[in-house]
């Protein structure tokens, strides 16, 4: 696609710009967190860019790499008509230090994805707005999409019912049986081994 | 309208207007059954199908049941219809408390049911893990032909007094379905070569 794009970053930012590529014709390029704001700032500012639609924002998590999580924007330009990946790397093997500066100044639809990816991820954005818990309630301990958060594990708000109380095996695979309905799921394998 | 059919009712012929003898709690019991008054707690995907259900094709009105009513005061019958995650426990949890006896809870579809997929930290797998449940409807989302065996379900449990859970069995097997469906895949496979080798004398 452009290379315009990545040419203006690269040689506005220099060093900070830690890698770049256009695989199948996405443009994408790793910045070094603490220019993460400035490269977002020019992005939207510089006329030849003029990147005005903020598209998508998210974390990943990496656990076997150093720094262990990815932050991913996408942005679109509609003007120009092309679109840009930037990323950036943060957070130690426990998952601490993931600090990025907020861009919710800059693109204001970042702001709910910035708390989506700080509840479910743990990345802190500093400089945002409000930064709550926006699917996750504010009981809940943890982040719920790192590696390390066991997959069964849940947080329940009420307390469930015991079995006594239920008159009946609350802890059920689907009531209909192993072999009928959805055969997938972990319990249901469980079960099966067992 | 229904008829009165325990074994415990007389009805007698014969004088000009007819009447019957009952106990008090089996007329309780036939009056309610026909006029149970919904709330439904529509989460997720399985409202569409609550909707055709409630709609003209289905239309549970013919079962009496077609007054929904969006105060769990007024209301004896809770559909839970979808997905129930565990940060809406607690608004589920409240609106059951806030119904008045006696009340009724349908499981409509896997999810309410069972958790059905949602195998993780999102969702509580079964509404019956924080409230009383009567009916299970299984199905992802069940046709409106097993709601209505489910609502046939509850309102023979309302007659009987009985409140031990009931599940929804499913008209066919779909673990049958799925081998019958194997099977003739491999028989048209089978078929299909053998044709060819049929023919090829021909070509
Ligand atoms: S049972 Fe299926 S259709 Fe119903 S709420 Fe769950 S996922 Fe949706």
Redesign the interface.
């Given at each position: 696609m452009s290379k315009l794009v990545l040419d203006k970053l690269k040689e506005k930012f220099g060093s900070d710009v830690l890698e770049t590529h256009d695989q199948f014709g996405d443009d994408t390029a790793v910045v070094a967190p603490r220019a993460w704001k400035a490269a977002c700032e020019f992005l939207r500012s510089d006329p030849a860019l003029d990147f005005n639609l903020f598209v998508d924002l998210c974390g990943v998590d990496y656990p076997e790499r150093s720094p262990r999580f990815e932050v991913v924007l996408h942005v679109y330009s509609v003007s120009k008509r092309h679109r840009i990946r930037l990323k950036a790397r943060v957070g130690d093997a426990e998952g601490d230090e993931a600090e990025l500066d907020s861009v919710a100044s800059v693109w204001i639809g970042a702001n709910w994805f910035e708390r989506e990816t700080f509840d479910m991820m743990g990345v802190v954005f500093k400089g945002h707005p409000d930064l709550r818990r926006i699917l996750m309630y504010p009981e809940f301990e943890g982040h719920p999409l790192r590696r390390d958060y066991p997959a069964q594990k849940t947080q329940p708000l009420v307390a469930y019912r015991t079995e006594e109380e239920a008159g009946l095996a609350v802890d059920k695979v689907a009531p209909f049986g192993l072999d009928e309905g959805m055969s997938f799921g972990r319990r249901i394998l469980q079960a099966k081994d067992n | 309208m229904g008829e009165l059919t325990s074994a415990r009712q007389v009805t007698l012929e014969g004088s000009e207007s007819g009447f019957a003898t009952t106990k008090l709690e089996d007329l309780l019991g036939w009056a309610r059954k026909y006029s149970l008054f919904n709330y439904p707690f529509v989460t997720a995907c399985c409202g569409m199908e609550f909707m055709a259900v409630s709609s003209p094709r289905y239309d549970f009105a013919r079962f009496g049941a077609e007054a929904p009513r969006f105060s769990p005061r007024q209301s004896d019958l809770l559909w839970v219809v979808g997905t129930i995650s565990?940060?809406q426990?607690?608004v589920l949890?409240r609106v059951y408390e806030q119904m008045m006896d006696p009340k009724w809870v349908m499981a409509f579809g896997?999810c309410a049911?069972?958790g059905?997929?949602y195998?993780?930290?999102?969702?509580?797998?079964?509404i019956?893990?924080?409230?009383?449940c009567d009916i299970?409807v299984?199905?992802?989302p069940p046709r409106p032909e097993a709601v209505f065996d489910g609502l046939m379900l509850i309102q023979d449990k309302i007659t009987s007094g009985n409140r031990t859970?009931a599940?929804v069995?499913?008209r066919n097997?779909?673990?049958t379905a799925l081998v019958k469906l194997r099977a003739s895949a491999e028989g048209a496979v089978l078929e299909g070569k053998r044709g060819r080798r049929d023919e090829e004398p021909g070509r």
């Open positions: - | 565990q940060r426990a607690p949890r896997t049911s069972s059905g997929f195998d993780n930290y999102t969702t509580v797998a079964g019956d893990k924080i409230i009383p299970y299984p199905g992802c859970p599940i069995k499913p097997d779909p673990a």
